[in-house]
């Protein structure tokens, strides 16, 4: 049974820290590129964060640039977040995705259930 479990989400002020984790089970991690989305009431899911499956390339979104940094430690089955100076508008839902591409046919697309984080005073 494929899992991907978000944890280290919270409350915290502007300016701070988090680290969030997704941990992966069922299925081959190693061979997945991993991202982090995230929602925030009223808006679309948004990109953020790609790391591919050995943790060579990263991409990130202009708004978390420089700020946010994705990792990935396939020993481990788990892709992390680290998010510094933290604004109020990167309050959102945070969602760990786990996708490779088999074909032009066939294509696996995992998500977790997310983890809140809000940054407020």
């Known amino acids: 049974q494929v899992k991907l479990v978000e944890s280290g989400g919270g409350l915290v002020q502007p300016g701070g820290s988090l680290r969030l984790s997704c941990a992966a089970s069922?299925?081959?991690?190693?061979?997945?590129?991993m991202s982090w989305y995230r929602q925030a009431p009223g808006k679309e899911r948004e990109l953020i964060a790609t790391?591919?499956?050995?943790?060579?390339?990263?991409n990130y979104a202009d708004s978390v640039k420089g700020r946010f940094t994705i990792a990935r430690d396939n020993a481990k089955n788990t892709a992390y977040l680290q998010m510094n100076s933290l604004l109020p508008e990167d309050t959102a839902l945070y969602l760990c995705?786990?996708?490779?591409?088999?074909?032009?046919?066939?294509?696996?697309?995992?998500w977790g259930q997310g983890t809140q984080v809000t940054v407020s005073s």
């Open positions: 995705n786990a996708k490779r591409i088999w074909s032009v046919d066939r294509r696996d697309d995992y």
């Open positions: 790391i591919t499956s050995r943790g060579i390339t990263t």
């Open positions: 069922g299925f081959t991690f190693a061979s997945y590129a």
